[in-house]
């Protein structure tokens, strides 16, 4: 399989909505440990909103259907991740528009799209222990295999071995950004909230391109 369809991605955000649901206390424990308790709440609300909204535009263009998704995390998420995770989608939306397909490399643009504007809303660096720890490497490890020609679930197999280990990686790390960083020493030895979202996406990517 090398090509990206629109039922690809529309099944991605139904099985990323799946995830943020079964995960929900998962998340908001890990929140409550370095946050304020309301990540899992805050990702499954803005997702259960996704999808309610999802079948007036899954019919669109591939651009339409990332660029509502964000519109709806920026108005229905309060705290960091929403706008975050809603600047992802809309940034992803752009190069996707008028697209009703993409390729791997297609794809990984949008999504490099994407984590540029969580990096540049978040205004993070490396290791100040957010969900960028995560994307980074990931981004990175998907350009690497699609540079040497590994079909889409090599791809996606290599993202999320990836993103797991970035995750865990945020363990040891003293929280710079965020809500977590007013804990300064005490936020280490806390895996991140956000960064394991993040990896739930990739998980749920895997599960659509599997
Ligand atoms: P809030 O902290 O406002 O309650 P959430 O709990 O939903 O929001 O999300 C917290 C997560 O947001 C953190 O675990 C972290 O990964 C991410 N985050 C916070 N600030 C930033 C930032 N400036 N850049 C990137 N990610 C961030
Ligand atoms: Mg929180
Ligand atoms: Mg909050």
Redesign the pocket.
């Known amino acids: 399989m090398s090509v990206v369809t629109k039922q690809h991605i529309v099944s991605w955000l139904q099985e990323l909505a799946t995830e943020l649901k079964e995960n929900r206390e998962y998340l908001t424990k890990l ?1 409550s440990d370095i ?2 308790a ?2 899992g709440l ?2 499954n609300r803005g997702f259960e909103k996704v999808m309610e909204k999802l079948p007036m535009y899954e019919n669109k263009c591939l651009g339409t259907i990332f660029k509502q998704t964000g519109m709806t995390l920026l108005s229905s ?6 706008p ?1 995770y809603g600047t992802f989608f809309l940034k992803a939306a752009t190069s996707l528009n008028g697209k009703e397909e993409a390729s791997i490399q297609e794809l990984i643009a949008a999504m490099d799209d994407g984590v540029g504007g ?1 990096v540049s ?4 660096k490396p290791e ?5 720890d995560v994307w980074w490497p990931t981004m990175e490890a998907m350009h690497h295999a699609a540079d040497h020609d590994k079909d889409l679930s090599e791809v996606i197999d290599l993202a999320l071995h990836t993103a797991e280990e970035a995750m865990r990686a945020t363990i040891p790390m003293q929280a710079r ?4 960083s007013y804990l300064g020493e005490r936020s280490i030895g806390h895996q ?4 394991t979202s993040s990896m739930l996406m990739i998980k749920a990517l895997k599960k659509t391109l599997a």
């Open positions: 929140d946050g304020d309301d990540h805050n990702m998420v309060g705290g960091a991740s929403g975050l969580i809303r978040g205004r993070t100040d222990k957010t969900m960028c950004k965020g809500r977590a991140d909230p956000g960064a």
